[in-house]
Every structure is written in structure tokens, then in C-alpha cells.
């Protein structure tokens, strides 16, 4: 059995910073890549990043991109998620998931929750203004 575990939630105020970890464990496993997506009250869960372990290549939407960063190491599958300039906007739960094949084309994908095969448990991580 896998598990992945997010660690790093929690309460920080507008323009403050967070950092996310996202730790693997049970069986043992490969990983092509691995992201973060995030669920608010009401809403649907939605793609923050990407990174593919081929190339190093990291993938952001413009909600995010310049204040987020992910990275990790693929031999552990542990992936990190630096928050800075964090917005009440970005107040939700927090999840990492492992994509494990390129089957479908990353390229196509890696924003699409429906392709990840494996997910942590999630982390809060409210912003208040």
C-alpha cells in the first residue's frame, strides 16, 4: 500500500509564505511525475503544479505561477511546495499526487486530477487578509 503524507498547513496572513512537504511511504514505487491541486469549500479541486522528473520540467497555472514553486526528489518521491505571497484566494486543502506513467500524454494532463494514481490525505492552508 502507498501513502502519501502532506505536512506544512496551517494559518499565515496575507503576503505571508508556507511551505508544503509531501512525503511518500509503504510500497515502494516509480514515479514520471508528481503535483499539487487544491479544493476550497463549494468548489472543485484544482491543478497548483507539476513537476516531471524527466527534465525537471514544472508546470504552473497563471492563479499561482511566480509565487509558487515545486520541487522534490525523485528517489524518495518527496515533493515540496513553496507558497509565498499567499492570498486569501488561496485559502483550501492542500494535496499532493503521484502520476505514475505517461500512458496519456503529461503534456495533456498533468492538470487533470482524473490522471494522478495515488494522493495524500491534504493539508489546510488558510490565508487571512
Known amino acids: 500500500q502507498v501513502q502519501l503524507v502532506e505536512s506544512g498547513g496551517g494559518l499565515v496572513q496575507a503576503g505571508g509564505s508556507l511551505r508544503l512537504s509531501c512525503a511518500a511511504s509503504?510500497?515502494?514505487?516509480?514515479?514520471?511525475?508528481m503535483g499539487w491541486f487544491r479544493q476550497a469549500p463549494g468548489k472543485e479541486r484544482e491543478f497548483v503544479a507539476a513537476i516531471r522528473w524527466s527534465g525537471g520540467n514544472t508546470y504552473y497555472p497563471d492563479s499561482v505561477k511566480g509565487r509558487f514553486t515545486i520541487s522534490g526528489d525523485n528517489a524518495k518521491n518527496t515533493v515540496y511546495l513553496q507558497m509565498n505571497s499567499l492570498k486569501p484566494e488561496d485559502t483550501a486543502v492542500y494535496y499532493c499526487?503521484?502520476?505514475?506513467?505517461?500512458?496519456?500524454?503529461?503534456?495533456?494532463?498533468?492538470?487533470?486530477?482524473?490522471?494522478?494514481?495515488?494522493w495524500g490525505q491534504g493539508t489546510q492552508v488558510t490565508v487571512s487578509s
Open positions: 509503504g510500497r515502494t514505487f516509480s514515479s514520471y511525475a
Open positions: 499526487a503521484a502520476y505514475l506513467n505517461d500512458g496519456y500524454g503529461f503534456t495533456s494532463t498533468f492538470n487533470r486530477a482524473h490522471f494522478y494514481d495515488y
